[in-house]
């Protein structure tokens, strides 16, 4: 599942990073792709909910499965890494229509083709397929963390060049109470390169957040994408209409390939299976020990069929006491639930386990794994809105 | 091991597709990149080297990994699909060395950027990504063969539109013999596109003929490799010097991971352990059952230390009468050896394994490991002449 988080960041990504001057599509020519695009892109939502019955006993053979952890049938195989269908898929869906878009200079040779806007689409399905196959590799092999830091950025790299190229522009504009000082806008030169290629690497670690639920991760992306396609949509008409359309070319076959994944997702009935970490848990490198694996997930109550809290335990004088400060003062706020002097000795203390979904349960106690999904999804919905609200009413007060 | 041919292939393929004329690189400038290419490429050798050993738990971990069938420590486990490091290497090299080539444009940024020779750029290292992860997808997955006959197809469609867009030629040269009929050059027109869409397919998948045997793949990756790089070296000075610029650009990187990949094979004197089989006798379906996968490899004799031809037995009435003409006119040259009339009632025959590695063994006698993929090697070594001499003497008398 985490491709899909790392293709959804990446198609994200690539919103920024569009720079090119030279596209000058004809209105008409420009829907006439698009609506090519939405066909194939059906085409590929059905050749996604196809395929992945055909191909999931490859996987299972291929060692690429869970266990179903939450269910009687413990021992039932349910293949994992299916997000790898849906972004093949989906790149093929991009080959395939990758002349349309410049079917008008194939039939009318004589006005310059637009080599810039091409590299684009170029260097974003490059920049995908790495991500994709960095991504497939990371669910075979279980790839270290530094690799999930390193490559992302050298795979980041063919993008930020073809930004540079295309002549990006790397001013920013600056909020409104800050311009006395500063002036309009700020040319942040290479740092803006590093803030790309940085927001790169974040983007397609940090969807993991929402790792350890089916139909969880492919669910997010679809609510990101479908916000993405959406504020495409609204832009379209607008003086940068051009990198709008550039952007729903690559977001609506996503979206479609994506909503394949869920409804196989969602129609199969898997329940937690992936056991992939949560980032901050990773990074922090809070609990070096005594914390296997399944305890990030949320806990399963079988009498209850509901999904707990799961709770870490540890040491209290094994954790920095810095860190011990710090996880104080967000139990305080209530972002955590730390219970400390537990023990015979008084020196053991609990924490629920630091991710998205354990603190949504914390809040909303013990919830049936579809529902909780269903409210997961809505925060994603309501995040988009937040995103729609910063950039359209509020934007309006500071820029 | 697949990754490796997979990409050499590619490489290869990619001499036919370059066709844009855009490029001016003055010769110093051409030299600079070519010598920072040589540089970045023994970092890349290097790094193959020491990356190999230090991630080859992961792929044991994995399930990737064959059992040294030819040792008498059977147990032990070899890791396999270490292509994809070599790949992998080679992809970020070229992601690094990717703004290199253009750097006086970096410097001097009144001149117009090349956008056509980077979208060549581009397209090709798209096309390499993808048979990276397909190779590499293959090796986990063990994919059908219709998959590896359509993926490549696919994934040949963004370099043929680049080829396209670059208005490359689709002229062939016609022989001397054929120019009274034909005239000087043929404009071949569809057709050209579909040649290069069925070499890329053919490239991807034939190179497999000499799978089997560990270090023979990248052995003969490196002799394919090396007679590009050679070629393109002799032709700098001519007048296509900027193709062959290109070509070099790719294929020294290439070169010098797969050295990487070679030595360690050489170094850990893996035997067979690689079960894949080989193209022909995939693709001609003679034996539909009772052939399992490992007799498809020569076979290996404890006794001796060596390795002899294997050979299939199988039911005479069970093979097409065509098959089985033309399986007896090619025992007649000398090309398979097929014995008819065995078993009690006379109706078994059996026959060496079509690959080209029995088929030495068959003409040569049982061999060392070692010595028959150094004899095989050499082979490669003649074939690269033979094409050279195809190239240069005898190519003046046709054309």
Known sequence: MELVSIVTEKLLGIGVYVSCDQLSVPIKDMLLSLCINVVMSVVGFSAVIRTI?????????????????????????VPESMGMVSGSVYLITMFLFLGVPFGHHFINRSSPFP????????????????????????????????????????????????????????????????????????????????????????????????????????????????????????????????????????????????????????STQQFIFNFLYSTPFKLFHLFCTGCPRLHRLPRYNPDSDKLEPSIAEFKTNAVRKPVLSVLRILSRFGVVHLKEGLGEDGDMCTINNLTLINLALLKLGPQHEGMLTTILLLLQVLSSCLAFFIRYPLADLFF
């Open 53 to 77: 019955p055909l191909v999931s006993s490859m996987f299972i053979d291929a060692g690429l499965f869970g266990r179903d952890l939450c269910k009687k049938e413990r021992d039932k195989k």
């Open 115 to 266: 080599h810039a806007v091409f590299a684009e689409y170029l260097t974003s399905l490059l920049s995908i397929c790495c991500m994709l196959f960095l991504g497939f590799a990371d669910d075979v092999l279980n790839l270290k963390w530094r690799y999930k830091l390193v490559l992302p950025t050298l795979a980041s790299l063919p993008l930020l060049m073809v930004y540079y190229i295309n002549m990006g522009s790397t001013t920013v504009v600056v909020p409104k109470p800050l311009r006395a000082w500063i002036g309009l806008t700020l040319n942040i030169g290479p740092l803006y390169y590093i803030y790309m290629s940085m927001l790169a690497v974040f983007c397609t670690n940090a969807i993991n957040i929402y790792a350890g639920i089916n139909g969880l991760e492919s669910g997010q992306a679809i609510v990101i994408s479908a916000s993405v396609a959406a504020f495409n949509l609204v832009e379209l008409g607008g003086y940068q209409s051009k990198f709008h359309y550039f952007s729903l070319c690559l977001i609506i076959p996503f979206l479609a390939t994506s909503l394949g994944l869920y409804f196989y997702n969602r």
